[in-house]
């Protein structure tokens, strides 16, 4: 699933894996342009193992309300957060250029526009208008 939203003027588009392989495959074998996101959920550690290029790292809670970022991460490290349940990883600079803090708030993701309500919503809709 891809999702774009508007953060501090600049557009973010944004990879959704949700799903087990697409969590497990995260960026391995895939590099992000300065306007990419991959948004893993749910998801409270990652590793850039086998990663040829640092990444800066932000983790949300289940508000997508950033409890922690990590810039900069280099190839072979981990990083995790207490109370994150997904994180969301950029090219290396990119969450300071989209003023990612803590306390920030991804906007257009909240509850209603998580990936799960939109994908229940979505087959709610479809038996709506088939029947």
Not at 18 to 23: I, L, N, P, V
Not at 73 to 99: D, I, K, M
């Amino acid at each position: 699933m891809k999702k774009t939203i508007l953060l501090s003027g600049k557009t973010l588009h944004l990879r959704i894996a949700d799903g087990f392989f697409s969590r497990a495959r995260g960026l391995l074998g895939r590099k992000l342009g300065a306007d990419e996101g991959l948004l893993i959920t749910p998801c409270m550690a990652v590793h850039t193992f086998a990663m040829g290029y640092p990444l800066d790292v932000v983790f949300l809670d289940r508000d997508h309300q950033v409890v922690k970022t990590v810039s900069s991460l280099q190839p072979w490290r981990t990083a995790g957060a207490a109370g994150a349940h997904a994180v969301l990883e950029l090219s290396s600079g990119q969450a300071a250029q989209y003023g990612l803090s803590p306390g920030t708030v991804l906007p257009g993701m909240g509850r209603d526009d998580h990936p799960a309500n939109l994908l229940a919503a979505d087959g709610a809709d479809r038996q709506k208008n088939s029947g």
